[in-house]
T-cell receptor, first 116, second 114 residues
Framework: GAVVSQHPSRVICKSGTSVKIECRSL??????MFWYRQFPKQSLMLMAT?????????EQGVEKDKFLINHASLTLSTLTVTSAHPEDSSFYIC????????????FGPGTRLTVL | QKEVEQNSGPLSVPEGAIASLNCTYS??????FFWYRQYSGKSPELIMF????GDKEDGRFTAQLNKASQYVSLLIRDSQPSDSATYLC??????????????FGKGTSLLVTP
């Protein structure tokens, strides 16, 4: 159980385009999902916390107008990188917690974004 | 001061030996502690979590927590080459906008040599 999927796994786009990444909890309902970014040789950095039916909470330094998050259902959260630039190239990973008083987060397989 | 500190390594151990990975954290109010394993190019995979002081064992893995010293460790017994990966320490409840988020260390690279 506790499977989280992400789509696409890899995307290459031109500078200035927008890219949407989907995160799905496959066998449980996730009230809360998290979006992380990881640059090479660096740790995971939390970008935002996504709560179903409400606005996402962004971490300091993360532009909410550039990284649009929508958590429209208990099994789906999306991250849209708008007007992507080469410096946005990174490994984007979502996670979801099981709720019900548990702490454990399960991670999706990640999306490798390359902006040319 | 970074909230979760890990030695980046690489830590090299021979096959069959015990690998010891360490982590310190700065937020004394932290309550939940996690170890994740991350292979190159992959997302983190949960190994263990620990909430209480002392040891917690799961197969070849033992997590140790000392809240007074703000220290958490992971021991891997009978290390195998397949254990070669980066091990991430994560602490819940750090200084982020959301109390539910995990704070990650940079990870320790482990290399198990045949």
């Amino acid at each position: 159980g506790a499977v989280v999927s992400q789509h696409p796994s890899r995307v290459i786009c031109k500078s200035g385009t927008s890219v949407k990444i989907e995160c799905r909890s496959l066998d449980f309902q996730a009230t809360t999902m998290f979006w992380y970014r990881q640059f090479p040789k660096q740790s995971l950095m939390l970008m935002a916390t996504s709560n179903e039916g409400s606005k996402a909470t962004y971490e300091q330094g993360v532009e909410k107008d550039k990284f649009l998050i929508n958590h429209a259902s208990l099994t789906l959260s999306t991250l849209t990188v708008t007007s992507a630039h080469p410096e946005d190239s990174s490994f984007y990973i979502c996670s979801a917690d099981l709720g019900w008083g548990t702490d454990t987060q399960y991670f999706g397989p990640g999306t490798r974004l390359t902006v040319l | 001061q970074k909230e979760v500190e890990q030695n980046s390594g690489p830590l090299s151990v021979p096959e069959g030996a015990i690998a010891s990975l360490n982590c310190t954290y700065s937020d004394r109010g932290s309550q939940s502690f996690f170890w994740y394993r991350q292979y190159s190019g992959k997302s983190p995979e949960l190994i263990m979590f620990i909430y209480s002081n002392g040891d917690k064992e799961d197969g070849r893995f033992t997590a140790q927590l000392n809240k007074a010293s703000q220290y958490v460790s992971l021991l891997i017994r009978d290390s195998q080459p397949s254990d070669s990966a980066t091990y991430l320490c994560a602490v819940k409840g750090g200084r982020t906008n959301s109390g539910y988020a995990l704070n990650f260390g940079k990870g320790t690279s482990l290399l198990v040599t045949p």
